[in-house]
């Protein structure tokens, strides 16, 4: 079946302006994380849903970031006002029920790049 | 909090030699550990995961790793390198108290030399 995957592969933006990053989990998977990975580090954190609720949106930076999973499958990652030190891999991951043993299924991710 | 601590950044053994990646972690409960690979421009992708149970855990590609609760570690080893194995390696620690997200290492970057 289909892996999970992310739209765009890329983005280029200019400092200041507003981008949407696209998750499409695994089909069937309640569970939907979103993580940030920086050159040379490994992946941080931002926010995981259960269905459509955040139940932990711990990771998120400040609020100019923001994520949505309206209908409990495809979710939308938000970032306003970028700036420059947003430039980052958003890494998508899905699980079958948010299980913590569960193996976390990623997608190949966006790279933002913020100008 | 959890952490994890990859001792290494970069490893380079050479093609048939051992393969060993070190991985630390600190947590205050039971953790589950997890091993994932980054080939270039791909999603990472789970080697292999220890829960319960055995402590020696067999994964994809011939890798295995063992835990080891008394040194706190979860060191990743192959016993004989091949060139596709050449990849990024992180370790990853999902606690047991409630909290789903995984907190990663930094990252071992595993070069094979012909």
């Known amino acids: 079946g289909a892996g999970v995957s992310q739209t765009p592969s890329n983005k280029v933006t200019e400092k200041g302006k507003y981008v949407e990053l696209r998750c499409d989990p695994i089909s069937g998977h309640t569970a939907l994380y979103w993580y940030r990975q920086s050159l040379g580090q490994g992946p941080e954190f931002l926010i995981y849903?259960?269905?459509?609720?955040?139940?932990?949106d711990s990771g998120l930076p400040n609020d100019r970031f923001f994520a949505v999973r309206p209908e409990g499958s495809v979710s939308t990652l938000k970032i306003q006002r970028t700036e420059r030190g947003d430039s980052a891999v958003y890494l998508c991951a899905s699980s079958l029920e948010g299980g913590l043993q569960e193996t976390q299924y990623f997608g190949p991710g966006t790279r933002l790049l913020v100008l | 909090a959890q952490s994890v601590t990859q001792l290494g950044s970069h490893v380079s053994v050479s093609e048939g030699a051992l393969v060993l990646l070190r991985c630390n972690y600190s947590s205050s409960v039971p953790p589950y550990l997890f091993w994932y690979v980054q080939y270039p421009n791909q999603g990472l992708q789970l080697l292999l995961k220890?829960?319960?149970?055995?402590?020696l855990v067999k994964g994809i590609n011939g890798f295995e790793a063992e835990f080891k609760k008394s040194e706190t570690s979860f060191h990743l080893t192959k016993p004989s390198a091949h060139m596709s194995d050449a990849a990024e390696y992180f370790c990853?620690?999902?606690?047991?108290?409630?909290?789903?997200?995984?907190?990663f290492g930094q990252g071992t970057r595993l070069t094979i030399n012909p």
């Open positions: 220890y829960t319960t149970g055995a402590t």
């Open positions: 849903f259960q269905g459509t609720g955040a139940a932990d």
């Open positions: 990853a620690v999902s606690d047991g108290q409630g909290a789903q997200k995984l907190v």
